[in-house]
């Protein structure tokens, strides 16, 4: 089991998985770019609400490969 502590949104986090520590990391600069992304379209969203949207974005993408 791997553990790294990453960055989203400027905030820590600790990661656990069974898969590498980079591909642990490449999550976690997924995630963060989406967040920031959301953010920056719209100043006025709260962390919570960019991060709501950031996961039906995400699992609009998931549906859509499938």
């Not at 990661?15 to 967040?35: F, P, Q, R, T, W």
Request: no cysteine; charged share 25%; glycine share 4%.
């Amino acid at each position: 089991m791997n553990v790294i502590t990453v960055k989203i949104n400027g905030l820590e986090y600790n990661l656990k998985g069974e898969e590498s520590e980079e591909y642990l990391h490449k999550v976690a600069i997924y995630a963060d770019k989406k967040i920031k992304g959301i953010l920056d379209n719209n100043k006025k969203l709260s962390t919570s609400s960019a991060a709501v949207l950031s996961a039906v974005n995400v699992t609009d993408e998931l549906f859509k490969a499938y």
